[in-house]
């Protein structure tokens, strides 16, 4: 009697979400999977206590990434662009910054001199290596575990793959050498091959072996229209995210375009998993150079974690269009739920943009522009 009486409010519930939020079918989307997270799909709890305060009066700029390592240790990596508030009673925080699993400051380095401008993506290899990018910058960096050496860069600094050399030339998408404003990084644990979203300038995926030689390379700019007949391989303005998954397969964020496109590792594009379609903002470029507008500058596909187990059954995507976590049966890439709402309280995001999981299926999300904060969420006990 108590499972109908739960059914028949679940059913209520979604009839009058329906019915007075016509105007924003997305966020439907969220509120109708109550049913869903009901019967024992992933739930997540703010963790308050984590991380601990920083200290040396420290303050963090925007987190431009998150990952982690093997031992659940979290790095973060913070721009430094402090408020003018900030600067006066606080301390600019160094760049990287790694806290153990219970939020304690283990680690902190990087010279804002030699690091990419604009510190973008966050990626530890299974060897332990620390990986940056920039999205104002043309380089990804390959770092010791403790940030004391660099071992590998990809790109020169300040030297982008345009037609001029310059950040406001027009992009070539091409360069074997050169990069144009990357995201994201990704390290192949079998064979070392690295994989970067060359996605601010350049419309890319692009693929470098373990020394940093160039071996292939997919993608373009592409239109709303490409995007709505299903077209793989084109990518609105942002390619935000590149994840290696457990399947050996290859998640790339379209981040303006509200998918997740699969490839296999030569780049041979599989399918998209669509996440709060229509958040997405701009459409590309038209024929003749105009700029074809959509509603919302942001999209939604900003990240994409796995949860740990071998199989990898939940796909986590961070979604900074509407300040949600969405949980999706990755194999079938259906939504099952969401977490996060907009706001600046705890367990809230402001322009969410980054996440990453641990080994214990914790989730790790990074924020920018007016957020600027790391936050932990746990698998919430099961009810």
Not at 87 to 116: M, T, Y
């Amino acid at each position: 009697m108590n499972r109908l009486l739960w059914k028949c409010a679940v059913a209520t519930i979604t009839i009058i979400i329906l019915v007075f939020d016509l105007a924003a079918p997305f966020r439907v989307v969220a509120m109708d999977l109550i049913s869903e997270q009901a019967v024992g799909k992933p739930t997540f709890e703010v963790d308050a206590s984590w991380p601990k305060p920083l200290p040396n009066k420290w303050a963090v700029g925007e987190i431009g990434g998150t990952c982690v390592d093997a031992q659940d240790h979290v790095f973060i990596v913070n721009r430094g662009n402090l408020t003018p508030r900030e600067k006066e009673q606080a301390i600019s925080a160094p760049p990287v910054i790694e806290f153990d699993s219970q939020g304690n400051v283990l680690n902190a380095w990087g010279n804002r001199g030699v690091l990419p401008n604009s510190i973008h993506g966050c990626f530890v290899d299974s060897e332990g290596a620390v990986w940056v990018a920039g999205n104002a910058d043309a380089i990804v960096q390959k770092y010791s575990h403790d940030g004391s050496k660099l071992l590998l860069q990809i790109g020169s600094k300040g030297l982008f793959d345009t037609s001029d050399g310059t950040l406001t030339g027009a992009p070539l998408n091409s360069s074997h050498t050169l990069l144009n404003r990357p995201a994201s990084i990704a390290v192949d644990p079998i064979n070392g091959d690295i994989y970067v979203a060359d996605g601010y300038g350049n419309r890319r995926v692009v693929v470098f072996d373990r020394t940093g030689r160039f071996l292939r390379q997919w993608g373009r700019q592409g239109t709303k229209a490409e995007v709505d007949a299903g077209v793989g391989s084109v990518f609105l303005e942002v390619v935000h995210c590149v994840v290696l998954g457990n399947d050996g397969l290859v998640y790339v964020c379209d981040r303006r375009a509200d998918r997740v496109q699969i490839f296999d590792k030569s780049g041979r594009f599989l399918k998209s998993i669509f996440v709060a379609k229509g958040t997405g903002a701009h459409g590309g470029w038209l024929p003749g150079g105009d700029l074809e507008q959509t509603p919302d500058l942001w999209g939604s596909a900003f990240g994409v974690a796995f949860s740990p187990d071998t199989t990898q059954e939940f796909m986590y995507v961070c979604d900074g269009g509407n300040e949600v976590v969405w949980i999706l049966d990755r194999a079938s890439g259906r939504v099952l739920s969401s977490f996060g709402r907009p706001g600046h309280q705890i367990g809230a995001f402001h322009f969410l943009h980054s996440i990453a999981v641990d080994s214990q299926g914790r989730v790790i999300t990074g924020e920018v522009v007016g957020g600027r904060r790391v936050q932990r969420f746990t698998l919430a006990p099961a009810v």
